[in-house]
């Protein structure tokens, strides 16, 4: 059945605002049941494409506050994006908000349809399955090869939904596929560590950003708690899409308080991944590993969704975090070539061997495969074997000794 939508003029913002806001849809946020994992991605990825985020709301499950807040966001921006609120129960509303918001009906749409019996492997789908096949009529689904469930977008609203690590692989599959497209205006952000109070810097930093202010220079400032440092330290960014204003601020700055300047690091948000990225090192051989590059270019995602986790500010990312960088310093000192996994199949090394997949393919691009080792001792269990068989064999770039 269609649900009868409301009459609401649109007229959708101009892209060249290059704007963004999100929508985190949830009573379980609200509530403090759930932790908003959600937000602090998307901003982060959004701002490689050159979107300025303006606005992150956490609204309720309810028709109206999500019609009412997507139309704002989408008369006056040029992207949104909602999250949570897709699934088969009776407080999952954001498609019936969305079409509210545009003055539309909910359609149920075939394609879903075949996908939801195919997924729950039955040809009669009950009322719950059949929410979830239906969107706004003016819904743009783009369906990649090979996928099991597909983008949705309705006019400059992008609907994804709220469990995290779906989230995170249908934006990185948006954004790869050109589904989701770069706007054209890249960020330049120049961080500097001062051994200084935040007080003490105030009047420079205000004098600063009000002498680039025709620029859009944005001075922000940040104290830093570090218990292993002697004196205080605050973070100055300066950031601008003029990367002129950004270097001319970062020679004032510099002049002014060189004396408490302890590091300075420029960045540009556009190639911030791809700097981590490095060609491989001279004495690699490439023809002798092309085949592993052909077939593992598909696992690019898997490893951008580790350092992603790893850069989430959690326990378990921080911890992430500080095993990637190890691995990484492993690499540099002995190359990739000299180190070898000792793997069991216990969960402790199943991890590592994540991790050290992913910290070998973010530096060398599939150009080396990991070596492990799997040493047998007396009668080992039979599902221990079979799960180390299983794991080897469904990696085209894994090898056992």
């Known amino acids: 059945r269609a649900v009868a939508a409301e009459s609401h003029e649109f007229s959708p913002a101009m892209a060249m605002n290059h704007s963004a806001v999100i929508i985190i849809i949830g009573d379980e946020i609200l509530k403090g049941l759930t932790r908003d994992e959600n937000s602090i991605f998307l901003c982060q990825e959004l701002r490689k494409l050159g979107y300025a985020v303006k606005k992150v709301s956490v609204i309720e499950d309810k028709v109206n506050i999500i019609a009412k807040e997507v139309r704002q966001a ?33 359609m149920t749409n075939d394609n879903l349809v075949a996908i939801l019996k195919k997924h729950y492997q039955t ?38 939904p709220g469990i995290p690590r779906y989230l995170k692989s249908g934006f990185l599959l948006a954004k790869e596929t050109g589904f989701l497209q770069r706007c054209d205006q ?10 200084a109070n935040e007080i003490d810097l105030a009047s420079s930093l205000t004098d600063l950003e009000q002498r680039f202010r025709t620029r859009k220079l944005s001075v922000g400032s940040y104290p830093l708690e570090d218990e292993s440092a002697v004196d205080r330290q605050v973070k100055v960014t300066l950031e601008s899409v003029d990367e002129k204003a950004v270097k001319e601020a970062l020679e004032l700055l510099t002049d002014e308080l060189s004396d408490c300047i302890l590091e300075t690091k420029f960045e540009n948000e556009e190639s911030a991944l791809e700097i981590q990225s490095e060609e491989p090192a001279s ?6 590993y ?8 598909g696992c690019q995602a898997l490893v951008d969704d580790v350092y992603i986790q790893s850069k989430c500010d959690s326990h378990i990312g921080r911890c992430m975090k500080q095993a990637l960088d190890a691995l990484d310093s492993a690499f540099t000192r002995y190359g990739p070539d000299q180190i070898c996994l000792s793997f069991n199949g216990g969960k402790d090394c199943t991890v590592l061997l994540h991790l050290y997949w992913a910290a070998l393919h973010k530096r060398w691009q599939f150009h080396h495969s990991p070596v492990l080792l799997y040493i047998t001792y007396g009668k080992p269990f039979p599902e221990m ?16 000794l």
Not at 127 to 154: D, Y
Request: overall charge negative; glycine content about 8%; aromatic content about 8%.
């Open 74 to 106: 989408a008369t006056t921006h040029s992207l949104v994006i909602t999250a949570g609120g897709l699934g088969p129960t009776h407080d999952d509303v954001t498609m019936e908000g969305i079409a509210k918001a545009f003055g539309e009906e909910l």
């Open 123 to 160: 040809d009669t789908l009950l009322e719950p399955h059949l929410k979830m096949a239906r969107i706004p009529r003016s819904t743009v689904v783009c369906w990649p090869e090979g996928k099991t469930f597909p983008l949705l977008k309705v006019r400059n609203v992008y609907i994804y």
């Open 186 to 195: 890249t960020f330049h952000l120049c961080k500097v560590i001062l051994s």
């Open 283 to 288: 004495h690699v051989d490439e023809h002798l």
């Open 290 to 297: 092309v085949g592993h590059v052909q077939k593992c270019s």
């Open 385 to 400: 074997d079979e799960f180390v068989g299983m794991s080897t064999s469904r990696s085209v770039s894994l090898f056992l």
